[in-house]
Nanobody, 126 residues
Framework: QVQLVESGGGSVQAGGSLRLSCVASSYAGYNSFSGDCLGWFRQVPGKEREAVAVIGYDRSTTYASSAKGRFTISRDNAKNTLYLQMNSLQPDDSAMYYC????????????????WGPGTQVTVSS
């Protein structure tokens, strides 16, 4: 099973920025980081996990409406690393952020992703 580990979370004031990273390992067989659809998702207690942004093997991207214009997802296949640059952060962005990998259709639907990291906490104060 693919291992994913997020980092870069923390506490920031509204209007600030953070860059999240997710390193993938333990690929086996025909699967590879470069071939996967990768995504960032977030969840707050008591609510469902929601998509933030996803990026395909061809580097095509899809963003949730809440992330458009503020967040940028990118990938470095040579480093098996996924990134999320978050700018203009607001208190509503506070959540546990997860990265995920999938081998099916690259969409914002969480069910398309089979491998998940443990998450990194982002807290934005007003």
């Amino acid at each position: 099973q693919v291992q994913l580990v997020e980092s870069g979370g923390g506490s920031v004031q509204a209007g600030g920025s953070l860059r999240l990273s997710c390193v993938a390992s333990s690929y086996a067989g025909y699967n590879s980081f470069s071939g996967d659809c990768l995504g960032w998702f977030r969840q707050v207690p008591g609510k469902e996990r929601e998509a933030v942004a996803v990026i395909g093997y061809d580097r095509s991207t899809t963003y949730a409406s809440s992330a458009k214009g503020r967040f940028t997802i990118s990938r470095d296949n040579a480093k098996n690393t996924l990134y999320l640059q978050m700018n203009s952060l607001q208190p509503d962005d506070s959540a546990m952020y997860y990265c995920a990998a999938g081998r099916q259709q690259c969409t914002l639907w969480t069910a398309m992703y089979t491998d998940w990291g443990p998450g990194t906490q982002v807290t934005v104060s007003s």
